[in-house]
């Protein structure tokens, strides 16, 4: 196995912006790390059950990804849309209510969001899987890729809680863009 090409594909693919990290941010701006890290614990133990699932289902999902990319991509593209209202209409000086900055948020967040499914679905079969069989191989892989899921995950509640007092005060601004990042990744979905 080609260890540095697995490990750029792992980085590139959870450092990157996607659906989950600007959800991050927005939380830490709005309720807090303490809040954001809840999310993040969610989106971590659901990025590690993909990759199981991933691991597990390897040959039946390539049999029926066809179906699965679309349902994926339709229930994707409405829940990106959906946090994407959300984030603009939220008003951050009423940070009473919150139903994005759950840890089940962040867990079902992963089976949502299309970037994570097609990693999951792409990584163990191509760096792990032709070279290595036994299952404690595989599962420290998986352990290995969740841990730098989580690792890009607390990275951006830490860039968001640097970041926090610059972000508040452009709040409106910083809420539309991150908005807008959202509807170009439920739009990208389908290019």
Known sequence: MDL?????????????????????????????????MKYSYGATVGFGLLLVFSALL????????????????VI????????????????????????????LSGFMMQFLNPKVVLFTLTVIPTFIMPYYSAAPAITLSIIAITLIGFLAFTTWVLFGTIFKELIQ???????????????YAAIMIWI
């Not at 390897?58 to 991509?73: E, F, G, H, S, V």
């Not at 005060?169 to 509807?183: D, G, T, Y």
Request: hydrophobic share 50%; charged share 10%; with cysteine.
């Open 4 to 36: 540095t090409s697995f490990l750029i594909y792992c980085m590139i693919a959870t450092f990157t912006p996607g659906p989950t990290n600007i959800v991050i941010l927005s939380t830490v701006n709005r309720y807090g790390a303490k809040k954001a």
């Open 169 to 183: 005060k452009h709040n409106r601004i910083v809420s539309v863009a991150m908005a807008i990042l959202l509807v």
């Open 58 to 73: 390897n040959n039946l999902l390539i049999t029926i990804l066809p179906k699965i990319l679309i349902a994926m991509q």
């Open 76 to 103: 994707g593209s409405i829940y990106m849309l959906y946090l994407a209202y959300l984030i603009c209409k939220t008003n951050s000086s009423n940070p009473t209510v919150n139903q994005t900055a759950t840890f």
